[in-house]
C-alpha cells in the first residue's frame, strides 16, 4: 500500500450566507434556509454539522456567514469554535467567499484539506456521505487536482450547472463543466450517464486551491492576501472584501482549471429548493400527509402542514401547501410552489418589510 | 283611525346567552358567536342592537345572558344602561330566559310590549324589519294575541321547526307549529307557501305573556315570581332559577296557546348557522373570495378567509373556507364546514380544553 504524500487534516467549510426567498414565510431575511427545520427535526445548518460528526474535529470546522447571521449560527452551533464562525462584510457569491475561508483557514490548519459545503442541503445517508468525503480527500491530497462532487440527475432539472465526466469508477475526470441547460439539453443529460449535477460541493487542499485560484483568478486572491499580510484587521476587512470580484467559484476556477477530478456521489442529495422538495423528504403518513407541529386532520390527502405552536385543523382538503408563521400564513397548492416567489415580490412592492 | 286601547311602550329584550360550537375556531366557550365579527363589520349582538336604533330607546333594550358573557356584552353595547344586561344563572333554554326577562322588565317598563330578538342573527334590512316589528307591536297590543315572525323558507332546511299559517297579509293566523320536519316534508312545505321557518322572534304585550304564561305554562313562572315576591335578591336566583323546567318557549307555550299570530317577515333574515352561511352574506371580489383581514390572493377563487392579525397567502387553491385564530387554525373545504363539529368533538376528547 502506497504511503500519502503527506499528512493532511481535513477541514470543512461550511457556506451558510444564503438568504432566499422560496420558504417564506418561514425563510425571512433574518431567518434564511440553513436556519429552518423544514426537512428534519433541527435546522438544514445543525444538519449539516453533524453529519461531519466522528470524521471533522469540531475545530476543524468553520462557517462562513454574514455578520447578521452569526448569532443564530453560533446559537445552532454550540460545539464550533467561535472563531470557527468566519464573517463575510457581505454576500459576494462563493469565490470570494471561499477565498476568504482560504486565507483564514490556512493559518490555522497549515496542510489542510478543505471540503466545501453548503449549511441549506439535505443528505440521506451521512455514512455513504462521509466515505465519498474520504474519497475526494484521498484523491485530492495524492493527486493535487480540484475535486467536485457530481449528483446523478434523476430529473431533467434546468436549474442547475452539469459536470460532464470522462470514464468511470469513485473518482472520474471532468470533461466540461456546462450551464444551465435548456430542457432538450437537460433531457441529453439526463440519459447520457456521462453528466451529473454541480452541487456546489469541492474538495481540495488548501495548496493547491491557493495555487489554482493564484493561477486562474489571481484577483479573487490577492486583495484578501495583502490584507492577511497587512494584519488582518477585521475592520479593515470590508474595503479588501468589496474589491473581491462578485463571482462563483465555478466561473472563477472550477471552468477554468484544467486538474479537475468529479466524485459521483453515492448519497442522495437535495437542495431542498422548494416546499415541495421540503416534502419529498419527510415520512408521509397512510393518506400522503406530512405534519410539523400539531395537527388534526379529517378526510385530508397529499397535505403538507408546517405548523407552529398553533393547531392546525384541516377537513376535506388535498394537495395543500401550508405554513404557518407568526405573522403570516401560506396556504398554497402543491403545483404552484413558485408563486411563493411572487408573493414575495408581491409584500416588496407593498412595502411589507416587515414581513420579509 | 281608531284609537289604540292603551299607550305601549316597546321593549327589545335580546336573547344573548348562546354557545354554539359551528364557528370554532372562532368561537370559543367564552366568544360565543353573538360576539364574533363574522358578518359584516360588527359582532352580531352589536348589529342587533344598532338595529334597533332609533326604534327601541336603549333603555328599553334588554339583553339576557350569562354572568361569564356579561362583561364582553356590556363592552360591546356602552350604550346599554348597566342594569339592562340580565343575568341568567345558567343556561335553561328560552323559556326560562322569556320567563325571568318577563319579571324583570315588568317591573321596569309596566305596560311594555316586548319584541323577543336573538343577539347572533343576521338581518338584511333593518328598515324593514323595524316596519315588521311595528306591525307586530301594533297586532299584539290591539288583539292581545302573541306574534311569532315567519320567515319564508328559500330552501328545504330540516334543522328548523315551521310555523303554517291560515290567511294571506302582513298578519296572519298561525294553523299549527310544525316540528323539524324531514325532507321530504321540508320539500312540501317549501312548495306550500303556507309554511314559514320559526327564527324564535316574538312580540308581545308583557301582560299577555304573563297570561298566557299561567295559563299554558304556569311551572316556567311561578318560581320567578316567587323570587320576586320574597325580595328579588340576586342571590336567590340561582335556586329559583334552577326550578324552572329547562324547556323552550315554543314548547313550553307557542305550540299550546290558541291566540298565536305569524307576521311573514319581509326582511332577510339568517341565523348565520355554519361558516358557509357567514359567507352568504359577504361582498365577494371578482373571483368569488370573502376576505376578513389581511390577504394576498393569487389564482384563488370561491374561498374565505378570516383573518387575524396575521397576513394570509393564498395562492391556487379554491373552495376553502380558511379560520385564523391565535392559537388555532382551520382550513375546511366549503362543503365539509359541518365537520367542525367533529374537529370541535375530538379536541374535547383529547382533553384540549384551551382551545374550546
Same mark, same amino acid.
Request: net charge neutral; charged share 25%; hydrophobic share 25%.
Given at each position: 500500500m502506497a504511503t500519502p504524500r503527506i499528512e493532511h487534516t481535513k477541514v470543512a467549510v461550511i457556506m451558510a450566507g444564503g438568504r432566499g426567498t422560496r420558504f417564506w414565510p418561514r425563510s425571512r431575511t433574518s431567518r +434564511?434556509?440553513?436556519?429552518?427545520?423544514?426537512?428534519?427535526?433541527?435546522?438544514l445548518l445543525r444538519q449539516t454539522f453533524t453529519r461531519l460528526d466522528g470524521a471533522f474535529a469540531p475545530e476543524h470546522v468553520f462557517v462562513v456567514t454574514t455578520s447578521d447571521l452569526a448569532a443564530e449560527t453560533a446559537r445552532l452551533l454550540p460545539e464550533l469554535p467561535a472563531e470557527n464562525i468566519l464573517i463575510e +462584510?457581505?454576500?459576494?457569491?462563493t469565490a470570494p467567499c471561499l477565498a476568504l475561508a482560504l486565507v483564514q483557514v490556512e493559518r490555522k490548519v497549515p496542510g489542510g484539506v478543505m471540503a466545501v459545503l453548503s449549511a441549506d442541503h439535505w443528505i440521506a445517508e451521512p455514512s455513504l456521505f462521509l466515505e465519498d468525503i474520504d474519497t475526494a480527500v484521498k484523491h485530492a491530497a495524492w493527486t493535487g487536482e480540484l475535486v467536485v462532487f457530481g449528483i446523478r440527475p434523476t430529473y431533467p432539472e434546468t436549474g442547475f450547472g452539469y459536470i460532464e465526466a470522462d470514464g468511470q469508477g469513485p473518482v472520474r475526470k471532468v470533461a466540461a463543466f456546462r450551464e444551465k441547460p435548456p430542457m432538450d439539453v437537460a433531457l441529453t443529460y439526463l440519459a447520457s450517464g456521462r453528466h451529473f449535477w454541480n452541487a456546489g460541493m469541492f474538495v481540495w487542499t488548501l495548496a493547491d486551491f491557493r495555487a489554482q485560484l493564484q493561477q486562474h483568478a489571481p484577483a479573487v486572491l490577492a486583495p484578501l492576501d495583502a490584507w492577511v499580510e497587512s494584519g488582518g484587521d477585521p475592520a479593515q476587512l470590508k474595503s479588501a472584501y468589496g474589491q473581491v470580484p462578485e463571482v462563483a467559484i465555478d466561473v472563477a476556477l472550477m471552468e477554468k482549471a484544467t486538474e479537475v477530478a468529479v466524485v459521483p456521489a453515492r448519497f442522495t442529495w437535495s437542495d431542498v429548493g422548494s416546499w415541495p422538495a421540503a416534502m419529498e423528504f419527510q415520512e408521509a403518513d397512510a393518506e400522503g400527509n406530512i405534519t410539523q407541529g400539531q395537527a388534526l386532520l379529517l378526510d385530508t390527502r397529499n397535505c403538507a402542514f408546517f405548523g407552529g405552536r398553533r393547531l392546525i385543523a384541516a377537513s376535506g382538503v388535498q394537495d395543500l401547501i401550508v405554513v404557518d408563521d407568526e405573522d403570516a400564513l401560506l396556504i398554497c397548492h402543491r403545483d404552484k410552489a413558485q408563486s411563493v416567489k411572487k408573493i414575495v415580490e408581491r409584500l416588496k412592492a407593498e412595502g411589507r418589510e416587515d414581513l420579509l
Open positions: +434564511p434556509k440553513q436556519f429552518l427545520n423544514i426537512v428534519g427535526q433541527e435546522s +462584510p457581505e454576500g459576494r457569491n
